[in-house]
């Protein structure tokens, strides 16, 4: 009989999960310590895979006109994304309207069920620091404490600061040490991704039962059309956006690309954090797909942290959809605000679940609307999380294959892989 290929294998589990949590509700809690398990081994990957990867990336570019037009292509391509992505959700939202019309029965009780959940996503928002403030967060004082304490945008400011120092170091024996060691962990690191993902489809099993034995399916009848809206949006972003970008950009068969970073999608789904998927991602890209690390180990984690499409379409949903609730008017600034905060959020956003929740409270308060509106949405955020994280990675991967092929660097990535 064929192998299963490892997809197959964790879509399999993914079901499976799904059936158990709906089946035994709460109590398959029992089983969330193996989820757990499988995504702390991933989440032990990430911070010196995307350290060592990214120092090696930078120091082999060199010349930095080439790693300011890699830079510029990649910024560019995640705002342009992520602009398209909010208009969608904006587009979508105003023409279903599915906050019209709510009954005030079940609103009040959505917002009596999930204010506790609210408060404290409005309490950790507000807590936020100026904006002054968190751009020089960027720099780290300590980089030993930014690897410590996993801060990723500190962790790729000292990982590129200290590969463009590596090339100018004067003595080429100093250089080549330094370099081929981080290339060996670089190395390792992929290897023990490779180890990690033979318990994928059991860890996603346990995952997928937890989340659905958790929340219930009760909530999401009443929500059904918001979430309808966000979950149609999403499936529209990335079969036109992605599939557009990647066949005209790359010149790559959207077929061949959706079936190599699967794997990446799937982990992105069951964990709800792009950081935990990241390992993965950059595995399928630079194996699947033939980016070269090069390029690979600067966009991808670059893009776990400040790129996120789906996050931000759903910012864009959510908001017109809470001030529907509250029969309040947005009128065309309203929605040009919402494309702009949405953006800033979906950057500021964390790669780990349920942040966009919280920064969502950030768009909220710019328009005024009601931040207790967070409250009614909350019942069905970790099934959209969820999806909204696979958004988020796979538009991470299709810039990485864009960006090698404007730099003329995309190969041909693993035979097996070209199915298309
Ligand atoms: N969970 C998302 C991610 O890791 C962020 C979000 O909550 O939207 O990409």
């Keep these: 009989m064929k192998k299963l290929t490892l997809p197959t294998q964790i879509a399999i589990g993914m079901a499976i999960g799904v059936l158990l949590g709906a089946w035994l509700g709460e109590s398959i809690l029992v089983i969330k310590p193996i989820g757990d398990l499988f ?10 895979l995307v350290f060592a990867s990214l120092l090696v990336g930078t120091a082999t570019v060199g010349d930095p006109k080439k790693l300011g037009r890699i830079g510029g292509r990649t910024m560019a391509y995640y705002l342009c994304t992520t602009a398209i992505a909010i208009t969608i959700g904006l587009l979508i939202a105003n023409i279903v309207q599915p906050g019209a019309g709510m009954d005030p029965i079940v609103q009040e009780r959505l917002l009596a069920d999930f204010s506790a959940g609210a408060d404290a996503s409005v309490e950790r928002m507000q807590q936020r620091p100026s904006v002054t403030d968190t751009l020089l967060d960027i720099v780290p004082q300590n980089p030993i404490e930014a690897l410590a304490t996993a801060n990723m945008l500190q962790i790729i400011f000292f990982a590129v600061m200290f590969g463009v120092a590596l090339t100018m170091v004067p003595r080429p024996e100093h250089k080549a040490a330094v370099l081929s060691f981080f290339e060996g962990v670089s190395d390792a690191m992929i290897q023990l991704v490779h180890i990690v993902m033979l318990i994928a489809p059991i860890g996603v099993l346990a995952l997928m039962a937890v989340a659905v034995g958790q929340f219930g399916l009760d909530v999401l009848r009443v929500l059904l059309l918001y979430a309808a809206c966000v979950v149609v949006g999403l499936l529209l972003h990335m079969s036109l956006v992605y599939t557009a970008a990647v066949r005209l950009f790359a010149k790559m068969s959207p077929r061949r690309f959706f079936t190599a970073i699967r794997p990446a999608q799937l982990v992105a789904f069951s964990t ?16 699947g797909l033939g980016v070269p690390e090069q390029v690979s180990s600067f966009v991808l984690p670059l893009g776990a942290t400040i790129n996120m499409d789906g996050t931000a379409l759903y910012q864009g949903v959510a908001t017109v959809f809470i001030a529907q609730v509250y029969g309040m008017e947005l009128g065309v600034g309203g929605q040009l605000t919402i494309v702009l905060m949405a ?15 919280i920064t969502l409270a950030m768009v909220l308060e710019q328009l005024g609307l009601p931040l207790e509106g967070v409250a009614l949405i909350l019942g069905v955020d970790r099934i959209l ?3 909204r994280t696979a958004t988020n990675v796979t538009g991470d991967a299709s810039a990485a294959v864009i960006v090698a092929a404007a730099e003329g660097q995309l190969e041909s990535g693993e035979q097996n892989d070209a199915t298309a």
């Design 272 to 287: 709800s954090s792009s950081g935990a998927a990241l390992p993965v991602t950059m595995d399928r890209v630079t194996k």
């Design 39 to 48: 995504l702390r081994l991933i989440r032990m990957v990430v911070v010196p």
């Design 343 to 357: 953006t800033l959020a979906s950057i500021g956003a964390a790669a780990v679940p349920g942040v966009g929740i």
């Design 385 to 387: 999380d969820m999806l």
